[in-house]
């Protein structure tokens, strides 16, 4: 990692910046990014869950799936590392949680992983005793009341430690090893983790889940998606025929030998670097078919003005002479990445249908329109999303808030715009520990050295 100058946080602690490369020439490289998130963590859930020891080969194994896997682990489950074929580490091998679980309380640390503050709840309802969820000070802020009433609504006792009620972390689940389970209406239109975590667990309550949305829309449809589909994979009988309903019948969870896809949500910021230095990035080993939202790539980034192919497992996303702008909605977690790009864009661009972001690792669209603006930019907030009309970007110091996604936002900026520092690069940890490496890489693989074009740094001249 190339170090800069550092500055402090608001405790007084110096905070290293990353001096983002910038792309003197066309980006011309094959990357593999490991594996996925919402996938490793859905997983390990269900086979802490399952009728029997499950495997997971290539998992991801970063700050959120080391959080899920010790958090399964103070609820009873083992969960071992064995040798596996995937490049970024082992496997693992899951023996389920078992009913009678430890006497003493658990402590879960969430961190400031989703997946963990709202997966993992519903399952310590199912263990017998008292489970305490903290996490990052941030964790605090994000949005948990949903789980919390539904956890209540089911008849789960959850209460803050010093016995008032919370509506958000840190809170102590009392579980009594059951939950009867049955109609349950709630709110998820703040995430649709909420619905997630319900339908993760349903299938072990003794009468099984309907679940029921009322509300502003649930955002992040596919990931909703991939929950109903692992749970079918695993044997789980889900009815989501009626629009906001899930309806999810008791019965065992089958154990699983599950190869786990490579996060094409990660995949965006490589994709990206393609777009912001006019070059060519191609990633081996593309899910023909898959619920992740990053799939989504193909299109957006065609839109974006690349010309974008799928052949033999391999996308290939080559820039086009500029960054188009345009309408995009409901990008979920990729909005920060298509944001960078929308900031390097010739042409005005508007992100809708993401005004939940403001409850994710950080408030995603001011810390964008921060940032953005920071560099000579000109983004503003709407009532769900960002506008982000071209300007000319300088040099300046990108904030991550501890965000893994502002900070790969960060580092997009800085292919094209020479001169930019990214505060805190480390946070990538939180799903790519690789990061700093595998962006490395990525340029150093431009062996052509092909001569890059005359005059990046200037959104307004892509
Ligand atoms: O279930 C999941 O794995 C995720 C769901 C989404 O959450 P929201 O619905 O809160 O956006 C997404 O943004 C998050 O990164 C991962
Ligand atoms: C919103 C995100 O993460 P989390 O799972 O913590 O919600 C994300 O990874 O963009």
């Not at 609504?153 to 090893?177: I, K």
């Not at 086009?320 to 309408?327: F, L, N, Q, R």
Request: proline share 7%.
């Amino acid at each position: 990692m190339t170090a800069a100058a550092a500055t402090r946080d608001t405790s007084g602690t110096p905070v290293q910046h990353w001096a983002a490369p910038f792309a003197s020439r066309p980006v011309n490289a094959t990357v593999t990014v490991p594996g996925s998130k919402s996938l490793t963590n859905r997983y390990l859930v269900l086979a802490a869950l399952a009728d029997g020891p499950s495997r997971l080969r290539a998992p991801l194994h970063s700050r959120d799936s080391a959080l899920m896997i010790e958090a399964l682990r103070q609820l009873g489950a083992t969960i071992t590392e064995v040798p596996g074929d995937g490049s970024f580490g082992p496997d693992l091998e899951v023996v389920p949680l078992a009913a009678a679980a430890a006497p003493s309380a658990a402590r879960i640390d969430c961190g400031l992983a989703g997946t963990v503050m709202r997966f993992v709840p519903p399952l310590a309802a199912l263990r017998n005793g008292a489970s305490v969820f903290d996490g990052d000070p941030h964790a605090r802020k994000r949005p948990m009341g949903t789980i919390i009433e539904a956890l209540k609504a089911l008849g789960v006792a959850v209460s803050a430690e010093d016995g008032t009620a919370p509506s958000s972390l840190p809170f102590v689940v009392e579980g009594t090893g059951a939950v009867r389970g049955g109609h349950l209406v709630i709110d998820a239109s703040a995430s649709s983790q909420f619905v997630s975590a319900l339908l993760l667990v349903g299938a072990r309550f003794d009468e099984g889940l309907h679940l029921e949305h009322v509300g502003k829309p649930v955002p992040s449809l596919d990931h909703i998606n991939m929950t109903v589909a692992v749970l079918r994979g695993a044997g789980v009988s889900v009815d989501d025929s009626v629009p906001n309903h899930w309806v999810v019948a008791p019965g065992p969870i089958r154990a699983f030998d599950q190869r786990i896809e490579q996060d094409l949500s990660n995949a965006g910021p490589f994709l990206a670097a393609a777009l912001a230095s006019r070059g060519t990035v191609r990633i081996p080993n593309w899910p023909l078919e898959t619920q992740q939202v990053g799939d989504l790539w193909r299109g957006i980034l065609a839109r974006m003005g690349a010309t974008v192919s799928l052949a033999d497992g391999v996308l290939t996303v080559t820039g086009g002479p500029e960054i188009k702008g345009g309408d995009f909605a409901d990008t979920s977690e990729l909005a920060p990445t298509v944001a960078a790009l929308c900031a390097l864009a010739t042409g005005p661009s508007r992100l809708s249908g993401i005004a939940h972001l403001r409850g994710h690792e950080t408030d995603r669209l001011a810390a964008l329109v921060a940032e953005i603006n920071r560099l000579g930019g000109d983004a503003e907030e709407t009532s769900d999303g960002l506008v982000i009309r071209p300007a000319r970007l300088h040099a300046g110091v990108v904030h991550s808030y501890a965000d893994h996604r502002m900070a790969t936002a960060g580092a997009i900026l800085g292919l094209a715009v020479d001169g930019v520092q990214v505060e805190d690069i480390a946070t990538t940890a939180k799903t790519m520990p690789d990061f700093p490496q595998l962006w490395t890489n990525m340029l150093a693989q431009d062996a052509a050295g092909t001569p890059g074009p005359e005059g990046r740094g200037s959104g307004a001249e892509h």
